[in-house]
């Protein structure tokens, strides 16, 4: 991946400690849904598993809030959450859009094969490390 790029995750929530509380509720009772979350986050945490493939790759990695999100990365996103964007020394870019995240289902292996295939189609390339390196 060229060495200039950032990915990040931005959640379909808000990170205050209310937001929190009433997307925890919410999802449980059926009335929130965050994509994203479902591939990052059991019920209390971050997935080991993703934390684990989040370490692996070539690029950077971070999950934020909404709320949290520089003003950059929602116009990108032009307000539609959850997404994914890359984000470069001279631009701010989707790479995985709201309807991408949520065709996955939850799958971690899914939502990588699409970032990886996403990124190399933008010219961005691979976001997976190499075995070599």
């Not at 379909?12 to 509380?21: L, N, S």
């Not at 994203?36 to 209390?44: A, D, K, R």
Request: negative net charge; aromatic residues 10%.
């Amino acid at each position: 991946m060229k060495s200039d790029v950032a990915l990040i995750g931005v959640y379909d929530a808000d990170g205050t400690t209310a937001g929190e509380i009433c997307y925890w509720f919410g999802a449980r009772f059926g009335r929130s849904h965050c994509s994203l979350c479902e591939i990052t986050h059991g019920m209390f945490r971050e997935k080991p598993e993703w934390r684990v493939t989040r370490d692996a790759f070539a690029a950077q990695f971070t999950t934020i809030h909404r709320n949290d999100a520089p003003a950059d990365v929602v116009s990108a996103a032009s307000g539609r959450f959850p997404v994914v964007v890359a984000r470069t020394e001279s631009e701010t870019l989707v790479v995985l859009s709201a309807e991408d995240i949520e065709a996955f289902d939850g799958d971690r292996n899914r939502f990588v094969a699409a970032l990886e295939a996403a990124c190399v189609r933008l010219g961005l390339g691979s976001v997976l490390r190499s075995e070599d390196s």
